[in-house]
């Protein structure tokens, strides 16, 4: 019994927008603390600390660059301004 060629292209495409969703990330960007100063990136933890070393830290992570924006502006943390990971 073998599937027709339409139903096995039908399957390939769902398995593949699957895999798609599954690696977008939640949170796509951060308000950060990075060498004293706030800032808004998109890369996750582990690449922020492969760039930055010990002087970044996340402050909250947004799945929308607009948000983290408000959010960092709305509390006084908007980019430049100094900051502190302690």
Do not use: K
């Amino acid at each position: 019994m073998s599937m027709q060629p339409h139903t096995r292209l039908l399957l390939l495409a769902a398995i593949t927008l699957l895999g798609v969703i599954a690696a977008s990330p939640a949170s796509a960007y951060a308000v950060i603390c990075r060498s004293g100063q706030y800032d808004i990136d998109s890369r996750d933890d582990a690449q922020l600390r492969i760039a930055f070393g010990t002087s970044v830290c996340t402050m909250r992570r947004f799945s929308y660059r607009m948000d983290a924006q408000i959010f960092a502006s709305n509390n006084n943390m908007t980019p430049g301004r100094p900051c502190s990971c302690r």
